[in-house]
């Protein structure tokens, strides 16, 4: 193989090596406008969680804490499914943003963005947060990517 080749064979390499992670979430605008367009946006004290292994996700049952947007009421109990991340799953890329299953745990509280889905909730481009506290105020807003959680740990 002459020199060219190599040099070539090393330049695509080398470049898709760095496109890979830039194909790995959406541009932040397309979560801003999930959130933006989402029904309901809520904080959620967790009381159960149910590990789907077979669909990569685990089922969250809860009480809403809070209740910024839509027709959930403040001590409704909600449920809806969050990508989890199980040892068997196989590592994507892709906009998925997963759970760690260890993590989701009674007593965590959670702020996100939500479409109503047959008596239960679907996140809005997987737009929930785990947050230190419930809170009067939302910590997650539509104009900035960013959820503002001044007791998160730094």
């Known amino acids: 193989m002459g020199l060219r080749r190599i040099t070539a064979a090393i330049g695509l390499a080398a470049g898709l090596a760095m496109a890979w992670p830039a194909s790995a979430v959406l541009p932040p605008y397309v979560y801003l ?4 367009s989402a029904d309901v946006h809520l904080q959620v004290r ?8 077979r669909e990569n996700a685990c089922r969250v049952e809860g009480r809403a804490l809070a209740v910024w ?7 409704d109990k909600v449920s809806f499914n969050l990508p989890c991340r199980f ?3 196989p590592v994507m890329p892709g906009p998925t943003l997963w759970f760690d299953p ?7 509280i959670l ?3 939500f479409e109503p889905a047959e008596g239960s909730l679907r996140p809005a ?12 105020q939302p910590l997650c807003e539509t104009t900035d990517y960013a959820c503002r959680d001044p007791g998160a740990a730094p």
Do not use: I, W
């Open 33 to 36: 406008e999930a959130r933006a």
């Open 46 to 53: 967790v009381s159960r969680v149910h590990k789907v292994t």
């Open 69 to 75: 947007r839509g027709s959930v009421k403040t001590g």
């Open 87 to 89: 040892a068997s799953t």
């Open 102 to 108: 260890s993590r989701l745990k009674p007593g965590l």
């Open 111 to 113: 702020e996100g963005f």
């Open 125 to 136: 481009r997987d737009q929930v947060f785990v947050v230190s506290a419930a809170t009067s």
